[in-house]
């Protein structure tokens, strides 16, 4: 696969700061610590495009990507961070919602989890809700290398049951370490583009 380019746009906290070109869009969600950085610096080819924090919850607002000129990578902010305030927990829920309702330029959600723990209550709430209003999405169990790869299936059923997930739903096991599960992630965003007869698929990164 080829990442021609990628760039930070900017860090949007209304609708009217959100792009205008039309592209398609791909929101990625997940626990704070659970690397949506990191996955993003890997897919991506970068080391520091996304910028990784060790103080969880310091992402306060939709970081726009734009990758090959042609689609958005829209980071979310952390959720389930006990010592953020509530009244900024409740300032982004209000962004993510008005965001995950109404932005047509939405294509999909790649929710991270990490395949070490079982999915916690805020993962299945924002799986839940992405079902309720019909959003696919893309389940991505990160920190793969973390655990021996005999385990995987068993830490996978743990998270497809705990989130009840159908078996035809998509988990897709990822380390941005060793780059286990990048090309598969690729070829599966390029699939949903193309299937949802995207013109800009087309110029989206390609699988080898």
């Known amino acids: 696969m080829k990442v021609t380019s990628a760039e930070f746009i900017i860090s949007a906290v209304s609708p009217k700061q959100y792009p205008t070109e039309g592209l398609p869009e791909i929101a990625l969600a997940g626990r704070s610590n659970v690397g949506k950085s990191s996955l993003i610096n890997k897919m ?15 992402t306060q607002t939709l970081n726009y990507f734009l990758v090959n000129k042609s689609l958005y990578f829209v980071d979310f902010p952390g959720y ?11 300032q982004w829920g209000g ?24 999915p916690s209550k805020d993962d299945v709430a924002m799986y839940e809700y992405c079902k309720q209003i019909g959003l696919d999405t893309v389940v991505v169990a990160t920190k793969g290398d973390k655990i021996a790869r005999g ?38 965003i390029n699939r949903r583009l193309n299937e949802a007869g995207d013109p800009q698929a087309a110029t989206a990164p390609k699988s080898p």
């Open 44 to 58: 991506l080819n970068r080391k520091a495009l996304a910028r990784t924090s060790s103080r969880p919850g310091k």
């Open 80 to 90: 389930g961070y006990a010592k953020v305030s509530k009244s900024l927990k409740s």
């Open 95 to 118: 962004m993510i919602d008005t965001y995950l309702t109404s932005r047509k330029e939405l294509k999909f959600i790649i929710q991270l989890v990490d395949i070490r723990h079982a």
């Open 151 to 188: 385990r995987w299936q068993q830490h996978l059923k743990v998270i497809r049951n705990t989130l009840n997930m159908r078996p035809s739903d998509t988990l897709i096991v990822f380390s941005s370490e060793t780059g286990q599960g990048k090309d598969e992630l690729w070829a599966e």
